[in-house]
């Protein structure tokens, strides 16, 4: 493979070797996309193509065991002894569509997308399979027993049940705001299946994503769109610093990763009142082996700790701001849903 097609972590970062060698993978795809150099892009083979694919699954890496290691600290005891297929069948997931990652023909717009977010779009989907190989469920089985698990978490949601009825999962299918429609046979199959109890450990991620679901409600909108219109004080680089925080810190990393984000910059770089954030570092560069005099780049990246006070502070306004309101939990877990997810 050529030099130019490898990841060097040293000389770019993996969103920058990422976004650079999509459109080329995406070509060779033939995906219809055009590239600037067609030339190039004909010139590599399908041994070339497959050892490319792998370079790029390897930038990926660092985030696909950091999704792993969150998905797993979520679901404590449950998915512990599955790490590594659960890194596998990621792996696989990104490799399936790693030629998507902002790549212009996949695009809408301008915005780009960060690997976290690439990478965490692809964990429901795996989560659910890898439950699934754990029970030995086929996927028409779980998709089944997802629907049924809905509706109970709706209905203890809304009236504290514990125990459900065949007849009361038929008659309440609606509440599981899927197109799914199961038979009384079907659903009694689908709940003897469940009489080892192993589904009480999930109801609470359901009664999660039931409150998920309220979220849409037009009365939930209208609060997060006029809390909304409270943030627009804020300038929009420093909401990217809060909104990336929220995400980061669901992985318990650091604001390294926020400083160096390539859209931030350029923001801060842009706004009068926050361009003298922006730190320029020289770092020189020898090359002994090779005989070339030693050479210096420049690196930047927005102050870590500019990154923190902002985070603080819109943090501590909001939370004062959500007491003032008298917002209850569904709100605020709305709110914040809404952040992060923008």
């Given at each position: 493979?050529?030099?130019?097609?490898?990841?060097?972590?040293?000389?770019?970062?993996?969103?920058?070797?990422?976004?650079?060698?999509?459109?080329?993978?995406?070509?060779?795809?033939?995906?219809?996309?055009?590239?600037?150099?067609?030339?190039l892009v004909s010139s590599i083979g399908s041994e070339e193509q497959k050892e490319i694919e792998n370079e790029m699954c390897k930038a990926f890496e660092k985030t696909i065991c950091t999704e792993t290691r969150r998905v797993i600290k979520m679901t404590p005891g449950r998915l512990d002894d599955y790490?590594?297929?659960y890194k596998n069948e990621l792996r696989i997931d990104i490799l399936k569509e790693i030629h998507k990652f902002n790549n212009p023909a996949y695009l809408e717009g301008t915005q780009t997308y960060s690997i976290d977010a690439f990478v965490r779009a692809r964990t429901r989907g795996v989560t659910k399979k890898i439950i699934g190989m754990k029970r030995e469920r086929k996927e028409y089985q779980m998709k089944?027993?997802?629907?049924?698990?809905?509706?109970?978490?709706?209905?203890?949601?809304?009236?504290?049940?514990?125990?459900?009825?065949?007849?009361d999962i038929f008659k309440n299918q609606h509440l599981a705001n899927d197109s799914?429609?199961?038979s009384m046979d079907q659903i009694w199959d689908v709940m003897a299946a469940m009489e080892d109890a192993s589904y009480l450990?999930?109801?609470?991620?359901?009664?999660?994503?039931y409150k998920e679901k309220k979220f849409d409600s037009v009365e939930q909108q209208?609060?997060?769109?006029?809390?909304?219109?409270d943030m627009s004080a804020y300038p929009e680089y420093e909401m990217y610093i809060y909104r990336q925080s929220l995400r980061l810190r669901l992985d318990e990393t650091t604001n390294k990763e926020i400083a160096c984000d390539r859209r931030l910059i350029d923001m801060c770089k842009a706004a009068p009142e926050a361009c003298d954030k922006v730190i320029y570092e020289r770092i020189v560069i020898e090359r002994p082996?090779?005989?070339?005099?030693?050479?210096?780049?420049f690196e930047e990246y927005v102050s870590t700790t500019y990154i923190e006070t902002t985070y603080r502070r819109i943090d501590r306004n909001i939370r004062s701001a959500f007491v003032k309101k008298s917002f209850d939990e569904t709100d605020m877990l709305a709110i914040l849903n809404h952040l992060i997810n923008m």
């Open positions: 493979m050529r030099k130019q097609f490898i990841f060097d972590p040293q000389k770019e970062t993996a969103t920058a070797y990422l976004t650079r060698m999509s459109p080329i993978l995406g070509a060779l795809r033939n995906d219809g996309a055009s590239v600037a150099n067609q030339q790490e590594d297929d089944r027993e997802s629907h049924v698990k809905k509706i109970m978490a709706a209905l203890h949601m809304e009236n504290g049940s514990t125990v459900f009825k065949v007849e799914m429609e199961l450990e999930d109801l609470t991620d359901y009664e999660a994503n209208e609060i997060i769109k006029e809390f909304m219109k082996k090779s005989g070339i005099a030693p050479n210096s780049e």
